[in-house]
Structure formats: C-alpha cells, structure tokens
C-alpha cells in the first residue's frame, strides 16, 4: 500500500504549510514510501454557485472539465475540480497541510471543499448513510497559524474538513495543529516540531510499508472509474 496523496492547500509557495508536509513526505520517504505532492494552487476551478444542478440525477456539477469564465477559445483552461476528486478517491492515505487565515482555510481550498456538493446529493444529501470510521480512507491533516492564543483557532476549519471528506467516503485520522508559526523562520527556531513531522511521516510510512496498518481500506467512490 504506497498510494499517498498529500494536498498542499496554501497560495503561498514554499511557505510553513509547505514545509510542514515536505518534512512529511520526507519522513515517508526514509520508510520506504514515495507520497504523491499536489499543490491546489497549481489546479484552476470555479467555486460552486448555487445552481442546484446536482441536486437532480445524474448528480454532475455544470461546472466540470468547462472552461473557467471569461476562457472560451480552444486554448481556454478547463475546470478542474473533478480531477482532485480523483486523486483523493484513488488514494489510500491522503495528508492535507493548509495553513489558517482570519480562523479559517485559505479561499482556494474552501472553493473546492464547497464543490463537493455534488457527492452528498449523489448519495443522498442529509439523509446519507456515514461511513464507521474504520472503513472511512484515513486523513492526516496538519494546520499552521501564526496565532498563537484563541480557545477556536482550528475548530471550525476542522468541522468544515469532516464534512468535506465524508461524502468522498474519507475521515480525519490523525491532526497536528500548530500556532506560533508566521513565517518559515518561526518553523525553523523549532527543531522539536521539525522533527516531530518527519517522524509523523515515518510513522505512518513504516505503516504502509510494513503494511501493518491497523485500518481498512475503502471501497471506491460512485463513478470513482468516470474520466474527470
């Protein structure tokens, strides 16, 4: 099992929440296990209108693989959505590393989290049927503040999270919920944390590689065999 995806959701490149999930990665990598890194940054989509579109069967959101607004020529860049979706069905283990801005995620990241609409219509809305957490594909997330004081720094970005990965038949495992870390310097005057996140990412590689997790795996999504 080496099906890793680890989501870096900042704008910002090479900043802490970056950092955080390459020394992830590199604590899995000495176990033996190459993740998958993808920048949400680096993928374009609209975020959700309203429409109710995929309230009605077959479920599909209007948005998808169409080319963004303002784009309608043959070289106009395409919505791309449905393609994280993918990755994060056809993965086994998922990490997410987002920092946290005004209490709560970056403005990117929440556009893709509200297109997920379409899944919980797909399976019912309200009325859906949970995953037990035990058949749930494990989540591994990691947030950074430059805050360092507030009681809910972390908590309604958590809340929205479980609801983003429950209709993609997935559910937060594990969490490292950091305060105090502005800038990559902040990070770096703390060897401890540094290296509490590459063990983190050993941990769970040795897991994989030993295949000695202690969870089971999902079964995919609906349409999980659908091109995006």
């Known amino acids: 099992m080496n099906n890793v995806l680890v989501l870096q959701c900042s704008p910002h490149v090479g900043g802490v929440s970056d950092s955080v999930a390459n020394l992830f990665t590199k604590g899995m990598a000495e176990a033996g296990i190459e993740a998958r890194t993808v920048a949400l940054r680096d993928y374009a989509y609209s975020p959700c209108t309203g429409c109710g579109g995929c309230s009605r069967p077959p479920h599909k959101c209007i948005l998808a693989s169409r080319p963004l607004p303002g784009q309608n020529d043959a070289c106009a860049q395409m919505d791309q959505a449905e393609e994280i979706f993918q990755m994060i069905n056809e993965a086994q283990l998922v990490m997410i590393s987002s920092p946290i801005y005004f209490y709560f995620l970056p403005a990117h990241f929440k556009a893709l989290i509200d297109r997920t609409q379409r899944f919980w219509m797909l ?86 590689a030993t295949e000695n997790a202690s969870y089971e795996l999902t079964q995919p999504l609906p349409e999980a065999a659908d091109k995006p």
């Open 123 to 208: 399976q019912g809305g309200e009325d859906r049927v949970p995953l037990p957490l035990s058949r749930a594909k494990p989540v591994l997330v990691a947030m950074t503040a430059g805050r360092r004081r507030g009681n809910l720094l972390f908590s309604g970005s958590l809340l929205s999270l479980k609801y983003f990965l429950a209709p993609l038949g997935a559910a937060v495992r594990e969490t490292r919920l950091l305060r105090g870390l502005e800038s990559i310097k902040d990070l770096h005057e703390r060897p401890a944390v540094m290296a509490a996140l590459h063990a983190w990412g050993h941990d769970w590689g040795h897991r994989l």
